[in-house]
């Protein structure tokens, strides 16, 4: 069970939208680029809920790639 929890959540890593065409996704403590427009990332979010009981995987979406840019202002 535990190697089972580790794989999913290793894949909840990866599956993670870490870049787009316009840059590197955030978190909510980091600073933003001004000149892009940022949305939230609803596939992160999603990943981080299922993931909620591992603990681990939601606090490394919410702190690194929540937020993530979708065009230029």
Same mark, same amino acid.
């Given at each position: 069970?535990?190697?089972?929890?580790?794989?999913?959540?290793?894949?909840? *890593?990866?599956?993670?939208? /870490?870049?787009?065409?316009?840059?590197?996704?955030?978190?909510? $403590? @980091?600073?933003?680029? =001004?000149? *892009?427009?940022?949305?939230? /990332?609803?596939?992160?979010?999603?990943?981080?809920?299922?993931? $909620? @009981?591992?603990?681990? =995987?939601?606090?490394?979406?919410?702190?690194?790639?929540?937020?993530?840019?979708?065009?230029?202002?």
């Amino acid at each position: 069970m535990k190697k089972l929890l580790v794989i999913l959540a290793l894949a909840l *890593l990866a599956g993670c939208t /870490s870049r787009t065409e316009f840059g590197q996704c955030v978190g909510i $403590a @980091e600073d933003k680029d =001004p000149s *892009l427009i940022y949305k939230l /990332s609803i596939w992160n979010m999603v990943l981080g809920l299922v993931f $909620a @009981e591992l603990i681990v =995987p939601p606090v490394i979406v919410v702190a690194e790639k929540l937020y993530c840019p979708t065009g230029k202002k």
